[in-house]
């Protein structure tokens, strides 16, 4: 059972768009950034978005996120075949001590 | 080039410890802490904890506590991660990460290593 709350699985068309939810709570997400993360089948995950909304470098602009609360989302526009990955939320716990993932939100463009 | 890279595969036994190691290169390897997350198959990504490599401070997630053990060399630039007293339920694909240099420790993981597979098997 992961400590931040994801959709096991999320889809779209080409060109649609999607968004994904990431819930955490007081202790992690309400108190620090939040980071996202793709992972392409087979590959390690890929840095993709920091401090709640900042793209990494490289990232496409298609790709944005935000974070209210204890929630974040990422929001991706336009979607290509390319994006079919896993994605997944991560942030620091102050009741942990240490960094809490998402179980991960398995995106399908049909 | 800026990169992370990782021991090979490993086949274990139960309760035989494992060390996956993790040589970085392009950047000053003590100016960034080294993370170690765990991938079992078909599930989500688990952190083990971080190393400070200027230092050699070390902060485990508390179900590893007792296992695993990081360890660093500075004069080769390699991180080592040992996990002990391995179950079954422990093969999984191990990763390091390097967290981004804001300071902050909750910042985000910007370059990972390969991965190293290790199997845990009777």
């Known amino acids: 059972q992961s400590v931040l709350t994801q959709p096991p699985s999320a889809s779209g068309t080409p060109g649609q768009s999607v968004t994904i939810s990431c819930s955490g709570r007081?202790?992690?997400?309400?108190?620090?950034?939040v980071n996202w993360y793709q992972q392409l089948p087979g590959t390690a995950p890929k840095f993709l978005i920091y401090s709640n909304d900042q793209r990494s470098s490289g990232v496409p602009d298609r790709f944005s996120a935000s974070k209210s609360g204890t929630s974040a989302s990422l929001a991706i526009s336009g979607l290509q075949s390319e994006d079919e990955a896993a994605y997944y939320c991560a942030a620091w716990d102050d009741n942990l001590n240490g960094v809490v993932f998402g179980g991960g939100t398995k995106l399908t463009v049909l | 080039q800026v990169q992370l890279v990782q021991s090979g595969a490993e086949v274990k036994r139960p309760w035989d410890s494992v060390t996956v190691s993790c040589t970085a290169s392009g950047y000053t390897f003590t100016s960034y802490f080294v993370h170690w997350v765990r991938q079992a198959p078909g599930q989500g990504l688990e952190w083990m904890g971080t190393?400070?490599?200027?230092?050699?401070?070390?902060t485990y997630a508390q179900r590893f506590q007792d296992r695993v053990t990081m360890t660093r060399d500075t004069s080769t630039s390699t991180v080592y991660m040992e996990l002990s007293s391995l179950r079954s339920d422990d093969t999984a694909v191990f990763y390091c990460?390097?967290?981004?240099?804001?300071?902050?420790?909750?910042?985000?993981?910007?370059?990972w290593g390969q991965g190293t597979v290790v199997t845990v098997s009777s």
């Open positions: 990460a390097r967290l981004r240099g804001s300071g902050y420790y909750g910042d985000a993981f910007d370059l």
């Open positions: 190393i400070n490599p200027n230092g050699g401070k070390t």
């Open positions: 007081s202790s992690n997400i309400g108190r620090h950034t």
